[in-house]
């Protein structure tokens, strides 16, 4: 039997592993092997991005959302969460503090809130880009047909995140009620990349229900898209929703499917992202240890970060965009990496 350490090692080679020495890492690591693939995982990381961490502003615009998914607490059903949308100049003064901050990347997450049409999508877009013309701007606003990804790529969008959240149907199924779709979403993916966006797509590790097979399928998903930016956090339960009494995702899964998507896709974009901030004091510091080189520390304005609240305990919801900003540096410079004024593009070719 080949030992975690070859099978490490074939993975930094191959990129790709049989289904058996995926099981093998993602279920049965001993904690000197997983330092092991977290040390492979950052020389990887440096050989491609150095010691540099990308910085992306979240701009979290609005929680209204015309979706149920089980997990998620800006669902349409959760009657407790206060429902914001912010204005165009909200948004527009969340880039321009960002900006001087030294922010280049800018990503407008929200519900798939159906006030916000194409056109002012668009509008939104092409003003961010005029202001801010040395700036990126993502986009997560969820499932959209073809045209409407088509229209805001025109209108100067970048990039877009989309997490999947699983591969498996019955396992999205479990996840989604039934007027949502895995073969839809990961339809949305192939259109946003074949209409040239820098693509992100990503599952929540240790979601409900979820077990090594349907990540070892997310994998084989992700090796066969080959996306730009992975966003991977541990699932947390939020108390108005119908998984409130589910465990979350533990803080070493997620480090180790972090560090197994850095050999895998050597160029990816891997935040270490909020939720993984959430389970853990230093989540962030231990996600950029294990391969990650993107953080993403919120722009919005203090007085609705408290509602969009996708799990419980979300971390970062008092401080304004100063601080946050301030804070990641600190966190980062004492683990020895650096956060860079830059756009932060994909650093592979096409
Ligand atoms: N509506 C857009 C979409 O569907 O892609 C973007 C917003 S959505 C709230 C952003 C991500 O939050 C989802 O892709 C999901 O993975 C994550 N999320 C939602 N609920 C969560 C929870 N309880 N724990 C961890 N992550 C969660």
């Known amino acids: 039997m080949k030992d975690h350490r070859e099978i490490i090692d074939q993975l930094e080679r191959e990129r ?109 877009v092409g003003e961010i880009k005029r202001r801010f013309s040395d700036c990126a701007v993502t986009l997560s606003i969820g499932e959209k047909s073809r045209e409407s990804y088509q229209k805001y790529f025109d209108a100067g969008a970048d990039r877009y995140l989309l997490r999947q959240e699983t591969s498996d149907p019955a396992h999205y199924r479990y996840l989604h009620p039934a007027d949502l779709s895995i073969e839809h979403r990961k339809q949305c993916l192939r259109d ?46 939020h108390k108005d929703t119908p998984f409130r009494d589910e465990a979350p995702g533990t803080l070493e899964d997620t480090l180790h499917l972090l560090a197994i998507l850095r050999l895998m896709l050597p160029n990816a974009l891997l935040p270490a992202t909020t939720a993984l901030g959430t389970i853990h004091p230093q989540g962030r510091e231990k996600g950029i240890l294990a391969g990650a080189n993107v953080v993403m520390p919120n722009l919005s304005p203090t007085s609705v970060r408290k509602k969009y609240l996708l799990y419980d305990g979300k971390i970062c919801t008092g401080d304004e965009a100063a601080e946050c900003h301030h804070c990641m540096e600190g966190r980062m410079r004492r683990i020895g990496y650096q956060v860079v004024v830059s756009r932060g593009d994909w650093a592979g070719t096409a």
């Open 16 to 124: 790709t592993l049989p289904d058996a020495d995926f099981t093998a890492l993602l279920t049965d690591l001993s904690s000197e092997d997983g330092e092991y693939l977290y040390e492979r995982a950052r020389e990887v990381r440096h050989r491609v991005y150095g010691r540099d961490v990308y910085l992306r502003g979240l701009i979290e615009f609005t929680n209204y959302c015309k979706n149920d998914c089980y997990y998620c607490g800006i669902r349409k059903s959760n009657c407790n969460a206060q429902r914001y949308r912010l204005t165009d100049e909200q948004i527009l003064d969340c880039c321009e503090q960002g900006h001087a901050l030294g922010f280049r990347t800018f990503v407008l997450q929200g519900g798939e809130d159906v006030w916000y049409d194409d056109d002012h999508i668009c509008a939104l």
């Open 192 to 237: 946003l990349k074949d209409i040239g966006y820098q693509v992100g797509c990503g599952i929540m590790v240790g979601s409900p229900g979820q077990t090594p097979e349907h990540i070892i399928a997310d994998l084989h998903f992700m090796a066969d898209l080959q996306p730009h930016m992975v966003g991977i956090g541990p699932f947390i339960p």
